[in-house]
């Protein structure tokens, strides 16, 4: 009997241990106040990378004209019998042992032995000649800059008419050097992703890159230096001009993340921001001769680690990457960080079996704390289960997003009721005795 009495004093005591467990651990609903349900907020749902398609790839490099145009930096083999080389001893067969195949013309063809020596175009687009003088060749052809030669040496009575002997050929076409800086990282072998897994690395490297001419473009930095961006980068690349031979290297560090700094760069055009994906309705933010590179130019392509959502409530807590490619609604950032409707909810299960609540109904009511432009912090309430068929509910997580849930007081009411009953009334009687 004293062991029975003592039971039922025990029972009764048992019916205030779920329900204190309960609003100590949870409060009434653990919900931020003054929450604004998600329906009466306008473009919460509007999606933004889902709809973004991208680019035509070709865009990003320069057309190749039918022959290559002379300029400033280019290096032409000259002979000119009798006159050049000026030691008639010299062979007039000049050999490059660094000369690269993959110049103009392109890959494949039989390139003509450089004959004579080699003569580099000056800044100013004349070629310094013995006799003559300096010839202007920028934008002639290699052709056109052999009868202008020719007919340079015949006016000054040098040479006499058809019996010449003037050979004029593309040593080595100018080169554009540029800096590219990857915050992501190369891939060499096949990486499998099991979703929701998004692998979280961090390799950044920087090269110099020279680019031949008609090659000086963004397309092929790119291929260069292991292709397109990764998922662990933005879509986009950022161009700053100059920022080799200015030493404004540091720019990019401190003013990467200043939108008004670029806005000012971008206006001074000493900043370009190319982005991969658009929208189909959006035009181009850029123009043919922003993906040209030059001289002490940096290409540089962003991390996006900063892309993250962070969880909390009765969702696992931690940090979740957020897709490249495609936008997240509520429910579907739920479901990356372990939780998720009409389930329990990651670190739910832990707390109750700590002797809270069991989870015989599962919480439905979502918060997304959201940090605003002017720093205000605004907590959006959303329904689960109206998520489930109300588009207005399914809030697009943003970056920096906090995601958290909770229940309802119903709800919580419901689990602590439930909890006690199966406390109460059903411990086998064999423990009793």
């Not at 025990?10 to 204190?20: C, E, N, W």
């Amino acid at each position: 009997m004293k062991i029975a009495s003592a039971w039922c004093r025990l029972k009764g005591t048992s019916l205030l241990i779920p329900l204190v467990i309960g609003l100590v651990q949870f409060g009434c609903t653990g919900a931020p106040k003054h929450s604004v349900p998600a329906y009466r907020l306008s473009g919460l749902t509007d999606a933004n990378r889902s709809n973004q398609v991208p680019i035509n790839m070709a865009l990003l490099g320069q057309s190749r004209p039918p022959e290559h145009m002379i300029g400033p930096g280019d290096t032409l083999s000259v002979y000119i019998h009798g006159v050049l080389p000026m030691d008639v001893m010299q062979p007039p067969l000049t050999q490059q042992a660094n000369l690269e195949q993959s110049y103009y013309p392109p890959n494949g063809t039989v390139k003509t032995p450089p004959v004579g020596p080699p003569i580099k175009i000056a800044a100013d687009g004349t070629l310094q000649l013995p006799l003559v003088g300096r010839v202007e060749l920028e934008g002639l052809t290699v052709a056109k800059a052999t009868e202008r030669i020719i007919g340079m040496y015949r006016d000054k009575g040098i040479i006499q008419a058809d019996r010449e002997r003037i050979l004029v050929n593309l040593m080595k076409p100018r080169v554009s050097r540029v800096m590219v800086i990857r915050e992501d990282s190369p891939t060499i072998n096949m990486l499998n992703i099991l979703k929701p897994s998004i692998p979280w690395v961090k390799h950044g490297r920087a090269q110099v890159v020279d680019l031949p001419a008609y090659e000086n473009d963004v397309l092929h930095a790119l291929t260069h230096t292991n292709g397109l961006p990764g998922i662990d980068a933005k879509n986009e690349v950022l161009i700053f001009r100059n920022a080799m031979d200015d030493g404004n290297l540091q720019v990019i560090g401190s003013q990467l993340n200043d939108e008004a700094s670029l806005a000012e760069m971008k206006q001074r055009g000493t900043f370009v921001r190319i982005p991969l994906k658009i929208s189909p309705c959006d035009p181009l933010e850029f123009d043919a001769s922003d993906v040209i590179l030059n001289d002490g130019d940096v290409l540089f392509v962003p991390s996006r680690d900063t892309e993250v959502f962070y969880t909390g409530g009765l969702l696992p807590p931690g940090e979740v990457q957020l897709p490249r490619d495609k936008d997240l609604d509520i429910v579907e950032a739920m479901s990356y960080a372990g939780g998720g409707v009409a389930s329990p909810a990651g670190a739910a299960s832990t707390i109750f079996r700590t002797g809270g609540p069991q989870n015989f109904i599962p919480p439905t009511r979502g918060i997304i704390v959201r940090k605003l432009p002017d720093g205000q912090i605004l907590p959006i309430r959303v329904d689960l289960n109206r998520a489930l068929i109300d588009p207005r509910e399914r809030v697009i997580v943003q970056p920096n997003d906090m995601v958290m849930l909770f229940y309802t007081p119903k709800e919580l009411a419901g689990n602590i009721l439930v909890s006690f009953v199966n406390f109460t009334f059903l411990i086998p009687t064999s423990r009793i005795n």
